[in-house]
């Protein structure tokens, strides 16, 4: 069993940036890949980036564009997720999960965290 809390979420400006963090209880963590997902109102949840154990990272192409970077910090039982350059269109919960297999499809995970707001004003 994992649990998942997210933090670091909040309200900021057009082009600023957060610093998500996912934090995991339990000593298997780095036994896990995670992801980051987000939902907006009205959108299905959709898939922003993943972390394998090994450190091997994926993102969502069209919209991260380079502005976000997962990582993971194993001896702290902590996946982050940096956000730069952000614009209103970010606006979302973000979920971080785990799972055995880092896909990018919700499906895939087995553990949910409850989610941190993140909204980005124009």
């Known amino acids: 069993q994992v649990q998942l809390v997210e933090s670091g979420g909040g309200l900021v400006q057009a082009g600023g940036s957060l610093r998500l963090s996912c934090a995991a209880s339990?000593?298997?963590?780095?036994?896990?890949?995670v992801g980051w997902f987000r939902q907006a109102p009205g959108k299905e949840r959709e898939f922003v980036a993943a972390i394998s154990r090994s450190s091997i990272s994926t993102y969502a192409l069209d919209f991260v564009k380079g502005r976000f970077t997962i990582s993971r910090d194993n001896a702290k039982n902590t996946v982050y997720l940096q956000m730069n350059s952000l614009n209103p269109e970010d606006t979302a919960v973000y979920y971080c999960?785990?799972?055995?297999?880092?896909?990018?499809?919700?499906?895939?995970?087995?553990?949910w965290g409850q989610g941190t707001q993140v909204t980005v004003s124009s």
């Open positions: 999960a785990a799972g055995t297999d880092a896909q990018s499809t919700p499906g895939a995970y087995d553990y």
């Open positions: 339990g000593r298997t963590f780095n036994m896990y890949d």
